[in-house]
């Protein structure tokens, strides 16, 4: 198999995955605790902090096992295949195809008393509802910006064309997620549904990232790589989410976001209940005690993106967060489910012709 190609090992950041996706995260090596108590979660880097997992252990008697997530695709095939889930993470318009193949359950949100806590405009998506239950637990959204070094990048590349600059030769880091990478190439050339593209516009977007890969230094498994690689001068430009915070942080060059301006996608994520787990009771304190706001709240300043939770908004803002808030569009959550402004994350129809597309050009 190459590097390259699409494989059942690969995982994603951001979206977000890690190499260590085999691994457990930092809350208890194998999870300790009974079965019973133990929760089984699929989730990207952004959705938990170490320190809540071990809090909610401590006073909630739920341990969490957690795995890095995959991209959708291959969350999807894990499920169909058995893994053993109760509890996995998807973005906007994948959760619906979980439930069309009976691998997730609806949940009534009223049994949930954090519900009343999001913004209503994640309480009322139609794609996310069956009937008066509701497929996932709404997390956060982002549309996808550039981001640059300006010390290194004097012109804001303000579009998927500038990209192809060969002054940028080795310079760009992506997250290694093939659809939404073909989907982002698809903005680049016009495509009018990115995440549905005729054949002659996947080989418009194929054709975009054979001229683009060269610019590309690597596509990276997990968010740290993206910031070491622009930290260390390796990477100029890159499409990590808050990266500008991340990399400050981090103690790295300055980083300026920009909107390409032939549009780009986005995604909204979620938790879904697998319909498989026997732990329903279990799960249903764990998505309590996970949407808390003051750990929303936290989960915000470390990972810093628009959340659903309209509580913890207010408490940031009480926080003196207002103005970063608000530059990141937390207060405007419409715009998630607004088709003129983002292409949300979907599954593509075609989905061999992505893949094919995808490893024609990183795959070798």
């Not at 108590?37 to 809540?52: G, N, S, V």
Request: charged letters at 25%; aromatic letters at 10%; proline letters at 6%.
């Amino acid at each position: 198999m190459n590097e390259g190609a699409i494989t059942r090992r690969r995982v994603l950041q951001v979206g977000a995955g890690s190499a260590m996706a085999a691994y457990l995260a930092a809350c208890g090596g194998d999870g300790g605790g009974s079965a019973d108590d133990r929760i089984a979660f699929k989730t990207w880097e952004d959705h938990y902090l170490p320190e809540q997992l071990k809090e909610m252990r401590r006073t909630k008697d739920i341990t969490v096992k957690v795995s890095f997530a995959d991209d959708n695709l291959t969350n999807f095939q894990q499920l169909k295949r058995g893994v053993d889930y109760d509890v996995v993470t998807a973005d906007a318009l994948w959760v619906p195809r979980f439930l069309e193949d009976g691998l997730i359950e609806p949940f009534d949100p009223a049994e949930l008393s954090t519900w009343g806590n999001l913004y209503s405009a994640a309480r009322e998506v139609p794609f996310w509802k069956e009937g008066s239950l509701y497929t996932c637990y709404p997390h956060a959204w982002s549309p996808h910006l550039l981001y640059y070094n300006p010390s290194e990048v004097r012109t804001p590349p303000d579009s998927w064309e500038a990209l192809l600059d060969s002054r940028y030769r080795g310079k760009i880091v992506l997250a290694k997620e093939p659809n939404d990478i073909l989907a982002k190439a698809g903005c680049a050339t016009g495509a009018a549904k990115p995440f549905a593209m005729t054949d002659a516009e996947i080989d418009r977007a194929r054709d975009y990232l054979v001229e683009l890969k060269p610019n590309i230094l690597k596509l990276a498994q997990a968010g740290a790589e993206e910031l070491r690689a622009f930290s260390e001068g390796a990477a100029i430009i890159s499409t990590i989410l808050g990266f500008d915070l991340r990399i400050k942080e981090a103690g790295g060059p300055e980083a300026k976001g920009v909107l390409a301006k032939e549009g780009t996608i986005g995604f909204a994520d979620g938790e879904m209940i697998v319909a498989a787990s026997e732990k329903r009771g279990l799960i249903e304190r764990f998505l309590e005690a996970d949407f808390q706001p003051e750990w929303i709240a936290k989960r915000f300043l470390k990972y810093p993106h628009p959340m659903f939770d309209e509580k913890a908004y207010k408490l940031l803002v009480a926080q003196g967060h207002k103005e970063l808030l608000d530059r990141l569009l937390y207060n405007r959550p419409e715009l998630a489910f607004d088709e003129d402004q983002v292409a949300l994350v979907a599954p593509p129809p075609n989905q061999s012709a992505y893949t094919d597309a995808f490893n024609e050009v990183f795959g070798a």
